[in-house]
């Protein structure tokens, strides 16, 4: 069965440093999506992609975030300073275009961040 | 897009049939009601989704009453394995939307030997 996959599966990092989050959605999906969940709370949405545009976001995804997809494989997040508070696991989803109304999002395992 | 209320634990054994059940007064008629499953330390993963009345597949069951302000997801002879925390969401799945979920804070079960 086709998955979401991300890497690293960890990163630590200093404060003030740039990270890159990589992930490599199912082939034949449309959407992408990252969220984040901070140790012990809820998942968040941060932002979708589709058509090679950042279609929504969250107020979490301000100026220090950034989204790319660099060729036809791969979605990146991007933060450009991180902070303390950055310190969460990042998921990330795609999903396929059906045109149905019952659209599953897959998610990845994870990228755990953590900010020194 | 509906706020969800559901347990915030639920115990059981093995071999036991688990109800977990969600509440959704406010569901819009364009809702859907969708069920994710989360393992520590891993991404959600969908379990199932309906609009009405019930749904089957592999994993489990999604019952959903006419008046749709609430539903229940079977899990039916639990293992060790379904230990893991269920979310229950709802919203308008539309083609060409974003379709963003916004999870709660889940209903954490805990399968016991």
């Known amino acids: 069965e086709p998955e979401v996959t991300q890497t690293p599966s960890h990163q630590v990092t200093q404060m003030g440093q740039e990270v890159i989050l990589r992930c490599v959605p199912i082939?034949?999906?449309?959407?992408f999506y990252w969220y984040r969940q901070i140790l012990g709370q809820k998942v968040e949405f941060l932002v979708s992609?589709?058509?090679?545009?950042?279609?929504?976001k969250s107020e979490i995804f301000d100026d220090q975030f950034s989204v790319e997809r660099p060729d036809g494989s791969n979605f990146t997040l991007k933060i450009r300073s991180t902070k303390l508070e950055d310190s969460a696991m990042y998921f990330c989803?795609?999903?396929?275009?059906?045109?149905?109304?019952?659209?599953?999002?897959?998610f990845g395992p994870g990228t755990r961040l953590t900010v020194l | 897009l509906a706020k969800t209320t559901q347990p915030i634990s639920m115990d059981s054994y093995e071999g036991q049939e688990v109800n977990i059940t969600c509440s959704h007064n406010n569901i819009a008629t364009n809702d859907y009601i969708t069920w994710y499953q989360q393992f520590p330390s891993q991404g959600p993963r969908f379990i199932i989704q309906g609009y009405k009345t019930k749904v089957t597949n592999e994993v489990a069951s999604l019952f959903i009453p006419a008046d749709r302000k609430s539903s229940t997801l079977s899990l039916p002879r639990v293992s060790l394995s379904d230990t893991a925390v269920y979310y229950c969401?709802?919203?308008?799945?539309?083609?060409?939307?974003?379709?963003?979920?916004?999870f709660g804070t889940g209903t954490l079960l805990a399968v016991q030997p």
């Open positions: 082939s034949n999906h449309l959407y």
């Open positions: 992609f589709y058509n090679n545009e950042i279609s929504e």
């Open positions: 969401l709802v919203g308008v799945v539309k083609s060409g939307a974003t379709n963003k979920l916004i």
């Open positions: 989803a795609s999903r396929d275009y059906s045109g149905r109304n019952t659209d599953t999002q897959y």
